[in-house]
């Protein structure tokens, strides 16, 4: 069993290893960070996978990864917004601003 | 099997480090620092240093990040170029990176090799009222360094009000936050707060048994009040408010007194005598909770700014 997790663990850091590429790549901001939160589901995915094996102390560790995770979208969309405290959906449907979080907004 | 993950895990750290160091663009870096962050709270789950983990996960993953989004965010507000556009290596800058990560480097080859304190531990640990050994030293065995690390948090907080402009002093803490009524930014600013709220209360008072602690369930209280205050549903306070300041002294000053009461019993100077010692913890630690969540809440938060509503 343990040599089963471990085995499945080691695939799901590979496909963490693919998000990277799009961290990498990007082009838009919101690529990257979305990269980033998927990176972030695959590692919750790999202590969750590993928790038996330690004593399933390690189900806090992504307990705390999960919620902030959450955090840094919140984060992302906050400091992307045109004064720094806004919120992408109070933007009106053809406003002359741009969205910020546009994934064609290349940083 | 374990060797190909610690193996697939050290190309991935080596990779993501590298790539936030050498790869171009700031906001590239950030998110790279971010999955960083994460692997290494992976890692140091395998090297079942777990309280290490929560931490990494909960400040270098989670609160350093949205500190540096934050910041970056800023910087192309200030100015249209938060990216360097000249493509040469700064190389002051790069030699002394160099001499600093060499220094490292030999500092850490001429470590002594580590031993694991195992019978000094096992015989002292009974005595700590504590069963986690991580909580035992940071409160009991080594608390005079716990409690001047208590400290120095707070004056990184007065350094970083000390740039607040002065027409701005009474203002409210922050850039002025808001967010659509009813929209996903508010639904969420009111569904996670109760979890991260019930998760930190959880790992501060699991912290005396099992890997957890103030620091850690502090870092979870503070990103509850900041995901509360980015959705606009609360309003930072003001730095002349007394409750907040008493916030912020709370948990040294708890700690503080349990030392003095030590010192003028016979335990001596945070000596905690053997019967209330697991008692005394737990309330030391709750309070350290607290002031660590409301500095670094205000730490992420900023200085005062104006343009707030009223």
Not at chain 1, 73 to 86: L, N
Not at chain 2, 124 to 152: Q, Y
Not at chain 2, 155 to 164: E, Q
Request: aromatic fraction near 6%.
């Amino acid at each position: 069993m343990t040599l089963w997790l471990t085995g499945v663990a080691v695939g799901v850091l590979c496909t963490l290893g693919f998000a990277l590429l799009r961290v990498w790549h990007g082009p838009g901001r919101a690529d990257r960070m979305m990269a980033a939160q998927l990176s972030g589901t695959a590692g919750v995915a790999a202590l969750v996978l590993l928790a038996p094996m330690q004593d399933w102390a390690a189900l806090d560790v992504a307990l705390l990864l999960a919620l902030f995770g959450a955090l840094a979208a919140v984060g992302f969309v906050k400091a992307t917004s045109s004064d720094g405290g806004g919120d992408p959906e109070e933007v009106d449907i053809g406003a002359d601003t741009p969205d910020p979080t546009d994934r064609n907004a290349d940083d | 099997m374990t060797l190909l993950l610690d193996a697939v895990l050290c190309v991935l750290l080596l990779g993501t480090a590298l790539a936030a160091v050498l790869g171009r663009g700031v906001f590239r870096a950030i998110v790279f620092f971010i999955v960083y962050g994460l692997l290494l709270s992976v890692g140091w789950v395998r090297l079942e240093a777990v309280n290490v983990a929560l931490a990494e996960a909960a400040i270098g993953a989670g609160l350093t990040g949205i500190l540096l989004l934050t910041t970056y965010g800023k910087l192309t507000r200030v100015s249209a170029e938060a990216e360097p556009d000249d493509a040469g290596v700064n190389l002051p800058v790069a030699l002394v990176s160099v001499a600093v990560a060499g220094a490292l480097a030999w500092a850490w080859s001429v470590l002594p090799e580590p031993t694991r304190p195992r019978a000094e531990l096992a015989e002292a640990l009974p005595r700590a009222g504590v069963e986690n050994p991580v909580t035992a030293v940071l409160l009991s065995f080594r608390a005079w360094d716990t409690l001047l690390e208590s400290v120095v948090l707070l004056a990184a907080l007065i350094g970083l009000w000390l740039l607040g402009r002065d027409e701005d002093w009474q203002q409210r803490l922050g850039v002025p936050q808001h967010a659509r009524p009813g929209g996903i930014m508010t639904s969420f600013g009111r569904v996670l707060p109760p979890v991260g709220f019930l998760v930190g209360v959880y790992l501060v008072f699991i912290g005396a048994d099992e890997p957890g602690g103030a620091f850690q369930g502090g870092t979870v209280l503070a990103a509850v009040g900041l995901v509360a205050a980015l959705a606009g549903l609360i309003q930072p306070p003001r730095i002349g408010q007394w409750q907040w300041h008493a916030g912020l002294v709370l948990g040294p000053l708890v700690f503080l007194l349990a030392g003095v009461a030590g010192a003028l019993s016979d335990s001596g100077f945070l000596g905690y005598p053997e019967a209330i010692a697991g008692t005394a913890i737990l309330v030391i630690e709750a309070a350290l909770a607290a002031s660590i969540a409301v500095t670094l809440a205000f730490l992420v938060i900023g200085p005062p700014e104006k343009g707030h509503r009223e």
